[in-house]
């Protein structure tokens, strides 16, 4: 049973940064594909960006191109979310999801498992 625990989430304000982290047990992380998605109030869950078991792939929503960065360290079985120059619109509960094997990673029915979620509030 694979469990996801996010951390990092707080209130900043527009321009700064974060990053956000995602704790992996319960399986063999690097055997897993894994992304972070968002959701605002009111809003769909959005997705943010994704990274391949082997950290040599990586998928952004244009949005956060330029601004945020993925990456992985299979040695501590975390996924990170380095997010820079942040705007108001960032403004969402953040989720990390895992899946073994994911054809499309821009689609959160692909994940196996979700995290709890951290917020992320960016004041203008």
């Known amino acids: 049973q694979v469990q996801l625990v996010e951390s990092g989430g707080g209130l900043v304000q527009t321009g700064g940064s974060l990053r956000l982290s995602c704790a992996f047990s319960?399986?063999?992380?690097?055997?897993?594909?894994m992304g972070w998605f968002r959701q605002a109030p009111g809003k769909e869950r959005e997705f943010v960006a994704a990274?391949?078991?082997?950290?040599?792939?990586?998928y952004y929503t244009d949005s956060v191109k330029g601004r945020f960065t993925i990456s992985r360290d299979n040695a501590k079985n975390t996924v990170y979310l380095q997010m820079n120059s942040l705007k108001p619109e960032d403004t969402a509960v953040y989720y990390c999801?895992?899946?073994?094997?994911?054809?499309?990673?821009?689609?959160?029915?692909?994940?196996?498992?979700w995290g709890q979620g951290t917020q992320v509030t960016v004041s203008s």
């Open positions: 999801g895992a899946t073994k094997y994911g054809s499309t990673l821009r689609t959160g029915s692909q994940y196996d498992s």
């Open positions: 319960g399986g063999t992380f690097s055997s897993y594909d």
């Open positions: 990274i391949r078991w082997s950290g040599g792939i990586k």
